[in-house]
């Protein structure tokens, strides 16, 4: 929850009566805010823990359909929706670097969970979007052509299909695959429209001889974590408050239980040896400091696009919404039938805490069984020896400073308050416009107190370092002016104090970087060309999808615009006005931020 105004607050504050805050309690003794929605109280540890089918093939087709899911065994059956044969979420898909390969998605979604929570003032969002769900699906981390890369705007209606083709020119890596569409991605995702794609190579081949010498087969896992509040019998919902109308957009949520790969607080029975994790973050607002309840040593492996030079040992670490770690986990210590908790303590942002959010601080139980499973070490390096990638290469020197803002708007819509980047919205001409070929440092300005994880389409970046920022003095002496104008100044007067390089486990290629509050993030961007990439990734397309029907360029039904000033007039920066479309996006991917309205085009542009 964000950007809601202290007159708001105190205003149901007074409606509730202040003594419920203090006789609020739950029956474990926490403090239970009468402001916001909590979960029906389950047992954990009930429920095994799920393993996603796996699907490794050059053409895949997955349906896009409603279903009914159990989260948790002591509830009953509700309305979700899935990739594939799955009731929640969807297959594992495996691709393999330098082997093209086609997605095909079918639509097949009736009623949505979330019809009552539908905003029609975002962009657009149809009147029948909660029985005719649009969908658009993006492959997180893959270098893909424009056409391929599942713009919010070319998406597919129920009853059609939409076909995505990827080179595959990648390393081995950890992508995902989930819903894009325009101003109703959270919806989507948190109905379960999300799902893994690994991508093996020569040297991470994923089978039990792979040159790397990691665990595969049963002891390779992927770990969906999620965090959400039920509502009744444990039914699906993204409402955090009453505070905010329903069908109102909100701005995220804290959860109060925690999911992994669809299941609440779930129990994996494990061997007595090294496992390797494949760990996202597909919530859709927290930031979780993982760790294990006996604060046992781990290894970070690897990060979003792919492995480090070498494991780099750690007790904890901070994940925020799309970021992805690639673990080994040694369960050998345990005795047989001890167990072990992946636990989370980061406590929410401010302007949810106000609400009296907590921490959501469990996810699941992993217990030793008597086999030994796999008794590997742990490699002393991943890369630059025999049989191995070569060496992550240095970070190249940059021939231009981008500065970019991260910002909320609370005078425009309280409650909640509107999320921007550069104070522009969604449709907007005024656009990043990197050149092929370049570097660039990107300055990503956090002036809100809570944290934003920023994604980059097309290309994979470097963390460089972080530093705090007076934001106050920044603003004073820049006043920002009215939502629809670009607002990036330089912030390098205002910085303070020591720069933080990026954690170890951050050093590698990345698409997901975390921005905390008050702080200025440097990544190093590389904009790859079109001779590298084998495609044109500033060539203009024609949707496949419903889109495609000359809606977007006509203003009909499915026009997007925004009801800011800045928005509508600014369709060229998606649309060629004949309904083709040019270029990617970046964006925040806590999913409510994306929605509304922190989310621009970009163009990578030839020399």
Same mark, same amino acid.
């Given at each position: 929850?964000?950007?809601?105004?202290?007159?708001?607050?105190?205003?149901?504050?007074?409606?509730?009566?202040?003594?419920?805050?203090?006789?609020?309690?739950?029956?474990?003794?926490?403090?239970?805010?009468?402001?916001?929605?909590?979960?029906?109280?389950?047992?954990?540890?009930?429920?095994?823990?799920?393993?996603?089918?796996?699907?490794?093939?050059?053409?895949?087709?997955?349906?896009?359909?409603?279903?009914?899911?159990?989260?948790?065994?002591?509830?009953?059956?509700?309305?979700?929706?899935?990739?594939?044969?799955?009731?929640?979420?969807?297959?594992?898909?495996?691709?393999?670097?330098?082997?093209?390969?086609?997605?095909?998605?079918?639509?097949?979604?009736?009623?949505?969970?979330?019809?009552?929570?539908?905003?029609?003032?975002?962009?657009?969002?149809?009147?029948?979007?909660?029985?005719?769900?649009?969908?658009?699906?993006?492959?997180?981390?893959?270098?893909?052509?424009?056409?391929?890369?599942?713009?919010?705007?070319?998406?597919?209606?129920?009853?059609?299909?939409?076909?995505?083709?990827?080179?595959?020119?990648?390393?081995?890596?950890?992508?995902?695959?989930?819903?894009?569409?325009?101003?109703?991605?959270?919806?989507?995702?948190?109905?379960?429209?999300?799902?893994?794609?690994?991508?093996?190579?020569?040297? #991470?081949?994923?089978? &039990?001889?792979?040159? *790397?010498? @990691?665990?595969?087969? $049963?002891?390779?896992?992927? /770990? +969906?974590?999620?965090?959400?509040?039920?509502?009744?019998?444990?039914?699906?919902?993204?409402?955090?408050?009453?505070?905010?109308?329903?069908?109102?957009?909100?701005?995220?949520?804290?959860?109060?239980?925690?999911?992994?790969?669809?299941?609440?607080?779930?129990?994996?029975?494990?061997?007595?040896?090294?496992?390797?994790?494949?760990?996202?973050?597909?919530?859709?607002?927290?930031?979780?400091?993982?760790?294990?309840?006996?604060?046992?040593?781990?290894?970070?492996?690897?990060?979003?696009?792919?492995?480090? #030079?070498?494991?780099? &040992?750690?007790?904890? *670490?901070? @994940?925020?919404?799309? $970021?992805?770690?690639?673990? /080994? +986990?040694?369960?050998?210590?345990?005795?047989?039938?001890?167990?072990?908790?992946?636990?989370?303590?980061?406590?929410?942002?401010?302007?949810?805490?106000?609400?009296?959010?907590?921490?959501?601080?469990?996810?699941?139980?992993?217990?030793?069984?008597?086999?030994?499973?796999?008794?590997?070490?742990?490699?002393?390096?991943?890369?630059?020896?025999?049989?191995?990638?070569?060496?992550?290469?240095?970070?190249?020197?940059?021939?231009?400073?981008?500065?970019?803002?991260?910002?909320?708007?609370?005078?425009?819509?309280?409650?909640?308050?509107?999320?921007?980047?550069?104070? @522009?919205?969604?449709?907007?001409?005024?656009?990043?416009?990197?050149?092929?070929?370049?570097?660039?440092?990107?300055?990503?300005?956090?002036?809100?107190?809570?944290?934003?994880?920023?994604?980059?389409?097309?290309?994979?970046?470097?963390?460089?370092?972080?530093?705090?920022?007076?934001?106050?003095?920044?603003?004073?002496?820049?006043?920002?002016?009215?939502?629809?104008?670009?607002?990036?100044?330089?912030?390098?007067?205002?910085?303070?104090?020591?720069?933080?390089?990026?954690?170890?486990?951050?050093?590698?290629?990345?698409?997901?970087?975390?921005?905390?509050?008050?702080?200025?993030?440097?990544?190093?961007?590389?904009?790859?060309?079109?001779?590298?990439?084998?495609?044109?990734?500033?060539?203009?397309?024609?949707?496949?999808?419903?889109?495609?029907?000359?809606?977007?360029?006509?203003?009909?039904?499915?026009?997007?615009?925004?009801?800011?000033?800045?928005?509508?007039?600014?369709?060229?920066?998606?649309?060629?006005?004949?309904?083709?479309?040019?270029?990617?996006?970046?964006?925040?991917?806590?999913?409510?931020?994306?929605?509304?309205?922190?989310?621009?085009?970009?163009?990578?542009?030839?020399?």
């Amino acid at each position: 929850m964000t950007g809601l105004s202290r007159r708001a607050l105190l205003a149901a504050g007074g409606a509730v009566g202040v003594g419920a805050l203090a006789h609020g309690a739950s029956s474990a003794g926490t403090l239970r805010s009468p402001f916001i929605f909590h979960s029906p109280a389950v047992r954990p540890f009930r429920d095994l823990m799920p393993v996603p089918p796996v699907i490794d093939n050059t053409w895949v087709t997955v349906t896009a359909r409603s279903t009914m899911h159990r989260f948790h065994r002591d509830w009953d059956e509700q309305p979700s929706f899935a990739y594939g044969d799955q009731t929640y979420l969807g297959p594992t898909i495996v691709s393999h670097r330098d082997q093209p390969w086609r997605l095909t998605t079918r639509n097949q979604l009736g009623l949505h969970p979330f019809a009552e929570d539908v905003d029609h003032t975002l962009h657009g969002v149809p009147e029948d979007f909660a029985t005719r769900t649009r969908t658009s699906t993006h492959l997180h981390g893959g270098v893909t052509p424009a056409s391929s890369d599942g713009h919010p705007n070319d998406f597919v209606v129920p009853g059609e299909q939409q076909t995505y083709q990827f080179p595959m020119i990648q390393e081995a890596a950890h992508l995902w695959y989930h819903d894009h569409s325009l101003g109703t991605t959270r919806l989507n995702v948190a109905a379960g429209l999300a799902a893994m794609n690994l991508v093996r190579d020569e040297f #991470d081949t994923g089978r &039990a001889d792979n040159p *790397l010498g @990691l665990p595969a087969g $049963e002891h390779e896992i992927p /770990l +969906v974590l999620q965090e959400k509040i039920f509502g009744p019998g444990g039914r699906l919902n993204v409402r955090s408050t009453w505070i905010v109308p329903q069908g109102s957009w909100e701005g995220g949520a804290v959860g109060d239980v925690g999911l992994v790969n669809g299941k609440v607080w779930p129990e994996l029975p494990v061997d007595r040896g090294l496992y390797r994790f494949r760990v996202i973050n597909a919530g859709s607002y927290s930031v979780w400091r993982l760790f294990f309840s006996n604060t046992m040593k781990f290894w970070v492996i690897g990060n979003d696009g792919g492995l480090l #030079d070498r494991p780099v &040992a750690t007790r904890d *670490l901070r @994940l925020s919404p799309a $970021e992805r770690v690639d673990i /080994l +986990v040694d369960f050998s210590s345990l005795a047989p039938g001890e167990s072990v908790e992946l636990r989370n303590d980061e406590g929410p942002p401010p302007q949810a805490a106000i609400l009296g959010e907590v921490a959501m601080p469990l996810f699941c139980r992993f217990t030793a069984g008597t086999a030994r499973g796999f008794t590997g070490g742990v490699p002393t390096r991943l890369r630059g020896g025999r049989r191995q990638p070569p060496l992550l290469a240095p970070v190249e020197r940059p021939v231009r400073r981008r500065v970019v803002t991260i910002l909320q708007d609370t005078e425009i819509r309280i409650p909640p308050a509107l999320m921007s980047l550069n104070n @522009l919205g969604f449709m907007t001409d005024d656009i990043e416009k990197p050149v092929q070929g370049t570097t660039e440092i990107w300055d990503l300005v956090n002036i809100t107190a809570d944290p934003h994880a920023i994604h980059l389409h097309l290309t994979h970046f470097r963390i460089l370092e972080r530093q705090r920022l007076n934001t106050a003095a920044y603003r004073f002496s820049h006043p920002r002016p009215r939502h629809g104008r670009r607002w990036t100044p330089d912030p390098a007067k205002f910085v303070f104090g020591r720069t933080t390089p990026s954690a170890a486990w951050e050093a590698g290629p990345k698409d997901t970087v975390r921005t905390d509050g008050h702080t200025v993030t440097r990544i190093v961007v590389r904009w790859p060309t079109a001779d590298e990439l084998g495609f044109d990734p500033d060539l203009a397309y024609l949707p496949q999808g419903a889109v495609a029907r000359s809606e977007l360029a006509g203003g009909g039904e499915h026009a997007a615009h925004n009801e800011h000033e800045g928005g509508a007039g600014g369709a060229a920066a998606t649309a060629e006005g004949d309904g083709h479309i040019r270029g990617y996006l970046w964006h925040c991917h806590m999913l409510d931020h994306e929605d509304h309205d922190m989310m621009l085009p970009l163009r990578a542009v030839a020399q």
